[in-house]
Each structure stands twice: as C-alpha cells, then as structure tokens.
C-alpha cells in the first residue's frame, strides 16, 4: 500500500490567482460572510472548563451543493465515517461540530451517537421551518481520542444552538471559537470577489497536524452560482495545494475534515478557473493561520524542494525533511545545522544524487553540489520565519511544505494533553 | 522506491539463542576481548575540548576475515564510501574511527582525507613490522556534519595510536571511550562461549539514530574460527533483528557503519547456527545499551506489534508508532494517551482493520477492538521502562522497535548541537 500521506498532485492545476485582482480579503464573517449562511457557536457544556464547544454553519440556499474530504488515516472517527456517508449525495443543509471530544476509537455506540446528533439536527430545524433530513447535516467532532461524548448535553446544545441561530445573520465568529482545542486563536478568513460573490472559511487545528487530503476541521462556504461538480473539483485542487502541504508535527488526525458548501445565494455565475482562484486563496489563508498558531511553534518555516524529477518526488522529501525531529530542533536554536538537511534529504524514499543538492537557509547559500560553502554557520535564523530551498539538480518540478519548529513548548503541551 | 527504513526480514531465521547457555556476557573488554585483537584510544586533539576522539581496532590474525553494513542513506559519508569499497574482499587488518567529525558532505577532499587516513594507518602497521595495505584498514567517523576533518592532527594520531596500541592488549575500553560524540558512557560487551571462544564489541551513538540495514558505529570482533561468508551472515542476521529495530528519532544517520572482523585466534570452529546466536546475543545487547543511553531519555519503550499478516508489516506499523512526536510526548509525560497510539498506527502504510486492534500498555489492555476499555487512563507509566503491545488481529506475525521518549532534554540537546 502506498504512504497515505503522498497524494498523486500531478494532475492539480496550478491556480490562476491573478483572476482575483481587485478582490478583498479579510478575516472576519468567515463563514457568514458569503449570502445565505448563518452560523452560530455555544457552550454546550462538552468540555469540562465551559468553554465554547458546539458550532452549526447552515445553509439557507437556494443552493445546497456540497463536497468533502477527508483524514486518510485509517481509523477514522465516527464523525467521519457519517459524513463520508452522506456527502456522497453532494447535497449538505448543515454542518455540526464539537470540541471537547473527537469520538473516535468509540465503537459502534459512538457511531450511534452521530447518528443522533444528525437526526435532532434535522429535526430542530424541520420544526423551525425548514424541512431537512439527517443524511443533510455533515457531523464533524475534534478532541481527546476514545472518549464517548456526553450526549445529553450535545443533544441539549443542539436545540439551543439552533435557536440561536435564529437570531442573527453573522454566527460565523462564534462558530469560529466553538471549534477551538489547543489553537490560541480563531482561525477566519473571507474573500470577496470585485464580482460580486464570496467565499468564507474557518478551521481549527494545532497539532496532530499532517492532513492528508484534508485536514483538520475546516467548513467553507460559497454563495457563487456553481454546480455540484464544481464545488467538488474547486475543493480538491485547494486542498491538495494548501492543508495537504502543511505538516507540523507528522501525525495524522483520525477526524481530519474539510467541507465547502454553495449557496448560490449571490444569483452570480462563476467560471471553474475563478472559482479555483478564490477557494484556493481562502484555503491558503487559513492554511497559514493553522501554520502560525501550531502547538510550541517558535519558528514558521518553509521547506521548497527545487529541481527534482517529479512534484511528487519534490513533496516526498520536503515531507522528509519537514518531519526530521533534529532539523525541527536545530531551526528551534536559530542553529544553521544544515547537515541535518542533508541527512533528512538523504533518507527519503526517492532516488536522489548527493552530488547535486544545493541548499539555502534565508536566500543564503549553505551547500553547493552536496558540500559546504564558507560561512554556511553563520547565516541569522533568529528571525520567526526560515526559508530551507533544497535544489535537487535533477528536474524542473518542485514543492513547498510548510511546518514549525520542535520546540520545549511542543513537547510541553503535549506531555499532558489528555490528562 | 522502497522506504529505506524497511528491509525485508522475512528471510533472516531468529537465533537459536539456547546454543549459549552456560556463556558468559560482559561489559568490559569489548573489542579486545577475543583473541588475536589490540586496540587503543588516545585524544588526538580533533575535538576542541581535549577528550578522547581517535580509536583503532587491530586484527593480528591469523584470520582477517570481515563483514560490514552500512546506512542506507543515500547521502553518505566519506568514510563509509571508503569503507564499503575496501569490505568487498571481506578481509581487513585494522579500522581506524574517528569521533570529533563526520567527513559527510565533504566532497571529494573528504574522501581524500579518508584515503590519506587508510593510507598512513597501513604504513604506520607496516613499518611496525605487520605488512598492511590501504584496502585492508576500513575507516570510521562521527560527528558534526559538513566540516572537513582536521588532517595534521588525524595523521599525527594515526603513528601515536599505532605506537600506544603496541603497549598492550586490553585497549578496548579506551577505544570505546575515543568514539563518544553525546553519548554518556562508552558502549562495551564481549560473550565469553563455553566452547572457549569469544565474541566481543562496542558502539557509540545517541542521536540521528534510526540504523536502516546498519547503525551508528558498531566494531565486533570474534576469535571464532569461521569463514568469511559465515562472518557475513552472522553479521547480517544479527543486524536486521537488533540494531535495525532500534529507531531513536526516526533520523537516519550519514555515517552508520557495523563491522564484523575475525582473527581465527582461538583455533575453535565455530558452526553458523552458533556463530550467529552468539553475534546476535552481542548486537542485542549493544542495542540495549544504545537505547539506554539515547538523547535526552527518560523513557525506555518497547513498541510490540502483534497479530500481523507479515513480519514486514509488524515493523512498519510499529516504526510508525515510534516516531510519532504525539506518542513520545504523552510517554514522557507519563499519559497513557493511547488513541495517539491508534491514530499512529491508523496512519502506516499498511492496510489494517481499525476494529480488530487491542492495544495494552504495561501489560494492562487499554484498548480491544479499536474501542476504549473501562480504566483504560488509570494506567501507571511512571516508570523508566514502558511496554506497548498492539494487536493487529489479522495473522500471526510480530516484531519490536526500541525506542524512546520525546522530553524536554532531547530537544535542548538537539536544538544546541553544532552552535
């Protein structure tokens, strides 16, 4: 079986992003800010502490095209399992989600309990007038691995968020915060497009952070007049340039999910290639605010493999290195240990010649043709950023992966998560 | 391209260990406790701070058969280039090993250092009256990556350590000594056989370790009388089941060399079965100790997967388990946070049945049939030692990786290392 964390990308277009010239990106509004969707975020006394832990992104229409995907790890939460279920008809009325808990590792009971949390989502907003059945709601739950969620206040919640809800046209930041575990900050973004349509988004996710084909919760919206099919090319060419290129900490989520949701509620017809521009440019917004806020992150770096054969080989070893716990290390110490780099290089699945690598820290170079240059210790990395550009002399193709340092602080947090 | 770290064991047969009962294993001695060997380890001012950094290991015969494995990286190191080209006619007088520098990423004057090393340690042997070729001395470094070693003092070291080798027979623990870089305490042991011969060894290594058909620098030596095939595949067998199963931090170092030489010293012939039972027994407990002494350990942890349709498989998912960052963090923190460990497995390569896993820590199972099971938090990993046995439910094959914990130490240490 192939690494499920290698995707073949050969065949995702690059983005056209000139095509959203005059457009505006802000963060707030994130999912409300395209028409046609509320949203809503409450405490719904899941986690322990009484911090925001239920959100619900509802699409009022006329449109309810929908696409998704998902964690390729194999064992996959039940919220998971659920909404694989129902996005095949690509046709969502809502999305509900929880921190607090990611029931996975739960059994056949914890499926059970998704499946209750679709069915009472349904049935609130048929009895508030709009008629939706349970295989229209998307579930997605992020937290503590193994734990049942404690269903009496989830179905609770869900009553009263829907009724919230009902109040105001702009939920989208409580949504935000309602979705949160260890991220430090709401993670929001909408673009609004000189054509007069958007596109909103928030996510969480801080560690357990190498997505494969998806990633972490993140719910998108669109009100562009666009069909099924679009929704669902759009969301695949994103993802596989944005979230699957971010890899904090090498661990892949059980409950990794990202929607897109259209509402065509703009009444504005939008071509594939626009569309294409403008989910791309929200999912590498919120791409880079998951990069910023990561758990212990000290250092924002970016791994470019140049010059190699394939993308694909481009990616593997930019995974490779970006995953290296003592090339995570030394950037942590601002240390320009770039043998480090070379070793990780060295050590990837792909055939390379050692003789040609070249590699640069901050635009600086450190190795040329495989051997040290004068000064390559003392280039700064005190700096928050680092630029690694590893050129293979090998190809034309290359790739960018996006990660953080390994840092006291990492091993902190996670030291004591669960307990 | 396969994954380098995987090597097919399918075909390597467990040793038979009860050919040694009634043996003797000890820590001292090492190298020079076989007949027919003298080594020495002097300080011949390649590290800055005066310690201990040239050894070399002397073959008198009348035997010279010799056996490596070297690191599957494919960016590799002078040294290990020399090496590998000198053990094709698997005879050898003498290796000579540096620590204080690796001589990776050196180019070709690296090697030329190397060539020049072998070259002055075969004259030196020769003008002390042993007639010696360069092809017959193997070469050995470890250190920082990317700096040229510095040749004035390695040549001066090599005529002092050949005349300090002459004095005496039991320079086995100094050279053990002059090989640490970040390890705490030289790695030593020597099986004494009931059948009077012996098997001796040391190795150094504490970091960038994740040995893939080798590991780190590892010197055997054996009295047997055996032929060179018979010390191949001793050395061959042994490796793939203990130091291969070893994985640190998932690094793969530039410079990880084991070799196996024979003086024929005890006139004892020696069958393979018991040859390789007896160079097992010597590289596991070598393994151990690396492990002991790993960077920045606090944890000793034993990743068992059980229940597998392949060998190959069991190794997959539990070197997949090893290097997970989550996993490592919770142990240290003493956390019995097991759903990273399902989520870890979730993630390998290999195609598994989320619902047939059972998992126990320390013996107590905290996890059947991909579910939780009552108490499953309360389990004690406070101790130095933890056990982690996974049940695949698919077959009926197994296999372990050693390892250890992700803590604060290993992060101060590796963030630190070059500056």
Redesign the interface.
Known sequence: ?????VTDTQTVPVPDIDLLVGSRMTRRQGVTAPLGFRAAGIAAGIKANGKPDLALVFNEGPDLAASAVFTR????AAPVLWSQKVIENRSLRAVILNSGG?N????PE?FQDTHATAEAVASTLSSWGTETGPVEVAVCSTG????RLPMDKVLAGVTEIVHEMGGGLEGGTDAAYAIMTTDTVPKQVALHHTGGWNVGGMAKGA??L?P?LATMLVVLTTDAKVSAESVDLALRRATARTFDRLDV??????NDTVLLLSSGASQIEVSQAELDAAVFAVCDDLAGQLQNDAEGVTKRIAITVTGAATEDDALVIARSVA????VK??L??S??????V??????A????D?DR?TVSFNGSPI?R????VPG??DVDLSGDRIEVVADLGLGNAEATIRTTD???A???E??????
């Open positions: 079986m192939k690494d499920p964390t790890n194999q064992v996959k990611a996975a590792c739960t059994g914890g503590l691995i193994g734990e560690g357990m190498a494969s900490d090498g661990s892949i989520s059980t995953r290296d716990s003592l290390t030394a942590f110490g240390d320009p240990n770039w043998g480090r070379l070793a990780a290089i060295g050590a699945p792909v055939t390379i050692p690598i190795c043709n495989g051997t040290g390559a210790r390994l840092s006291h990492y091993v902190e996670n030291s004591a998560y669960s307990s």
